[in-house]
C-alpha cells in the first residue's frame, strides 16, 4: 500500500454496537473482529480507576458499576448539556465516542499488524449538522484522519450496491438501530449512488422496544410484590432489567416466549414474556417507523420518485419479526434483510478505499496531463469540456490497477460518485415585514448536497461594527417558520470593516459540503471586501476543551 493509495478503514459508530471494516486486496470489504473475537464491539465505555474499559466487559460492568459505565453516548453527541463527571474530571459525549474509536482501531490494528490513521465514519441520516461535527472532533480526539463522514443508510446503500452493479433500482433502506431510526430512499445506478430522500427519528431505536419491557416487568414485579417503590430508581436494578430486557426482546425474535427474572430488595419475581404481549407493549413504536417511512415516500413525490424497487433492512432491530410484516402489509413489497449488523461498516470500507483509489487517480492524471483536478466527480465534465481525453483516465486507472493489485474495473468501479442530501432544513432568524422574529430557511431539507446559497443582511446603523446571525436547523420544508419551530445551532458573527453605511448589504454564503457540514462566508458588497466570520458552536467540543481531550486520549490506554 503506497501512499498515494492509503487504507482507509471504515467505521460504524453506533448506538449500541460499533464495528470497523476495510477492503482487502482482492477488493472485498471484510469486517475486522475485535480482541475478544467479535465482530461488533457493544459501544459502551467503563471508566476504570486510570484506565477505559470499552465493548462486552464495560457492558458487563455496568451490572456492578452502573455509574461508571457510560451507554448510548451516540444519543447525546452535539449535546451542550451532557457531561460525564469521573473523579472529578468532566468528559463529553465526542470524548467518549473517542473511546469507543481508539477500542476498534487498536483492535483492528492488532489483527493486521498494520497502523489505523485514515477513517470513514458513519452517522445517521438524521444527524444534524452539530451532531455530523461532533462525529468527526470524536475521531479526530481519537487521533485519526477523518476523510469523510457519511450516512449510514448510504453506506448500507454502497455496500448493497456494490453485490450487483449492473441492476439499476431505487432501494429503501430501513435502518432501525439501536437508538436511531433512518429511512432512506436510494437511486442506484451503474455509476452512481444518489439519495433522493430521507426521514426518521434520531430517537427512535431498539432501546426503545427494550424500555417498554423494562416498563412492563416493573408493573409485574409490582403487583406481585404490592410495592409502589419505583425499582427502577436503584441504578443497580436498573441496569440489570437493561440488560435482561435487551436479551428478552432478542430471544423473542426467535421464539413466541421467554423468562424473565427479576430481583430487587431481597425479592425475586419470574416472569414470561410472550411474543404477542411484547408486540401490544411496543405497537405504537413500530406505527412511528411507518408513519416516517409513509412522510418520507410523499416527500419523494416532489422530487417525481413515485416508486421504488426494494426494502432493505439494516440495523439490528429489524430482526423483529413483527417489524417485518408490518413492513409488508404497509407497502406491498417482502423487505429483504441485508447484512443488518455489518452492512454499514463495510460500506464505509468501500467508501474509504474509493477515496483513496480516487487520490491515486487524481495524482496520475495531475502527474500525466498537468491539470488540476479537484474531486472525482469533477472527471466527467472535464472530459466533456476536453480539458481531459478518455484514454487519460483510462491510462490512469491501468497505472492505479498495476500499482495497487486491484483489477481494471474495480478501479474503474471506484469513479462512483455519491449524493447525499441534506436531513435538516438551515436558516436564520429574521424580521418579517410586520417586524416579527421569524425562521427563514436558506437550505430546505432534502436538497442534495454540496450547496452554496446566498443571502443579504443589511447593516442597521452607520459604522456598525458587529452582525449577529442566528443560525437555526429545522425539520420542516417550509421557508419561512416561527422561531419555536426551530433550534439555534450556531451564532455567526460577523466583523465588519469601520466606516460603513446605514443600509449596506452584507452578502453571506451557506455552504454545505457532502458530509453537510456547514461553512459560512460573508462579503461586504459595496468594496467586495470579505468580511470575518467568527462561528460558535457551544454545542460540540472546540478550542481549549478539544485540545485538552485530544491530549487525554492519546495518554490514555484503552481496554
Ligand atoms: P445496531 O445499532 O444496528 O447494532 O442495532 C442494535 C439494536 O438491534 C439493539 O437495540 C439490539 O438490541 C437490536 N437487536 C440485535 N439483534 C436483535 C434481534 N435478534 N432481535 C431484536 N433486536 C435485535
Redesign the pocket.
Known amino acids: 500500500m503506497t501512499e498515494q493509495t492509503k487504507r482507509i478503514f471504515g467505521i460504524?459508530l453506533?448506538?449500541?454496537?460499533?464495528?470497523i471494516a476495510y477492503v482487502d486486496e482482492f477488493g472485498k470489504a471484510v469486517i475486522i473482529p475485535n480482541a475478544e473475537s467479535e465482530r461488533?464491539t457493544p459501544?459502551v465505555v467503563f471508566f476504570d480507576e486510570d484506565s477505559i474499559v470499552v465493548g462486552d466487559v464495560a457492558k458487563e460492568s455496568s451490572k456492578i458499576y452502573p455509574n461508571e459505565v457510560v451507554s448510548f453516548v451516540k444519543r447525546s453527541m452535539g449535546e451542550p448539556n451532557f457531561i460525564f463527571v469521573y473523579n472529578s474530571e468532566e468528559y463529553r459525549a465526542e470524548e467518549i465516542s473517542a473511546y469507543i474509536l481508539k477500542k476498534l482501531a487498536q483492535d483492528a490494528e492488532q489483527h493486521l499488524g498494520e497502523k489505523v490513521t485514515d477513517v470513514v465514519i458513519t452517522c445517521p441520516a438524521y444527524f444534524g449538522i452539530n451532531e455530523r461535527e461532533a462525529t468527526r472532533k470524536a475521531g479526530e480526539i481519537a487521533g485519526f484522519n477523518v476523510r469523510q463522514i457519511i450516512n449510514e443508510p448510504t453506506a448500507a446503500a454502497i455496500a448493497y450496491g456494490s453485490l450487483d452493479l449492473s441492476d439499476e433500482r431505487v432501494v429503501l433502506v430501513f435502518?432501525?438501530?439501536?437508538?436511531?431510526f433512518d429511512v432512506t430512499m436510494i437511486d442506484i445506478r451503474k455509476d452512481s449512488v444518489e439519495v433522493i430522500c430521507t426521514g426518521g427519528d434520531h430517537n427512535l431505536?431498539?432501546?426503545d422496544?427494550?424500555d417498554r419491557i423494562v416498563a412492563h416487568i416493573v408493573d409485574l414485579f409490582q403487583n406481585e410484590t404490592g410495592t409502589d417503590e419505583d425499582i427502577l430508581d436503584d441504578p443497580d436494578t436498573w441496569q440489570d432489567l437493561q440488560l435482561s430486557a435487551?436479551k428478552a426482546?432478542?430471544?423473542?425474535?426467535?421464539r413466541p416466549k421467554t423468562p424473565i427474572a427479576v430481583t430487587h430488595g431481597g425479592e425475586r419475581v419470574k416472569v414470561v414474556l410472550e411474543r404477542k404481549k411484547f408486540i401490544e407493549l411496543t405497537e405504537d413504536l413500530l406505527e412511528r417507523t411507518i408513519d416516517f417511512t409513509k412522510e418520507m415516500l410523499e416527500e419523494a413525490k416532489n422530487k417525481g420518485y413515485n416508486d421504488f424497487d426494494e426494502i432493505i433492512l439494516?440495523?439490528?432491530?429489524?430482526?423483529?419479526p413483527q417489524l417485518q410484516s408490518r413492513i409488508k402489509e404497509a407497502f406491498s413489497v417482502t423487505p429483504k434483510m441485508f447484512d443488518?449488523?455489518e452492512s454499514?461498516a463495510k460500506g464505509a470500507a468501500i467508501y474509504g478505499w474509493k477515496l483513496g483509489l480516487n487520490d491515486g487517480m487524481i495524482q496520475r492524471l495531475a502527474i500525466k496531463t498537468n491539470k488540476h483536478i479537484e474531486k472525482i466527480d469533477d472527471i466527467p465534465e472535464m472530459i466533456e469540456n476536453k480539458e481531459l481525453s478518455p484514454k487519460d483516465v483510462k491510462e490512469a486507472a491501468q497505472e492505479v490497477a498495476d500499482e495497487t493489485g486491484y483489477t481494471l474495473p474495480s478501479v474503474e468501479s471506484s469513479m462512483l460518485t455519491v449524493k447525499n442530501v441534506t436531513s435538516k432544513s438551515f436558516g436564520v432568524v429574521a424580521h418579517n415585514p410586520k417586524d416579527e422574529e421569524i425562521v427563514f430557511n436558506i437550505v430546505l431539507r432534502n436538497t442534495t448536497v454540496p450547496i452554496t446559497q446566498k443571502k443579504d443582511f443589511y447593516t442597521a446603523v452607520k459604522d456598525q461594527s458587529t452582525v449577529l446571525i442566528r443560525i437555526m436547523e429545522s425539520e420542516t420544508n417550509r421557508v419561512e417558520l416561527p422561531v419555536d419551530q426551530a433550534v439555534d445551532i450556531k451564532t455567526a458573527i460577523l466583523n465588519l470593516p469601520p466606516g460603513l453605511p446605514a443600509d449596506l448589504p452584507i452578502e453571506i454564503t451557506f455552504s454545505l459540503n457532502e458530509e453537510g457540514r456547514l461553512h459560512i462566508t460573508a462579503m461586504e458588497t459595496s468594496d467586495a471586501r470579505q468580511v470575518e466570520v467568527v462561528v460558535d458552536t457551544a454545542s460540540v467540543i472546540q478550542g481549549e476543551e478539544f485540545e485538552k481531550a485530544k491530549e487525554r486520549s492519546q495518554k490514555l490506554v484503552v481496554h
Request: net charge negative.
Open positions: 460504524d453506533g448506538t449500541t454496537y460499533s464495528s461488533v459501544s435502518d432501525l438501530g439501536g437508538g436511531t431505536g431498539g432501546k422496544w427494550d435487551e426482546k432478542k430471544i423473542l425474535s426467535q439494516v440495523g439490528g432491530a429489524t430482526r423483529m443488518p449488523d454499514i
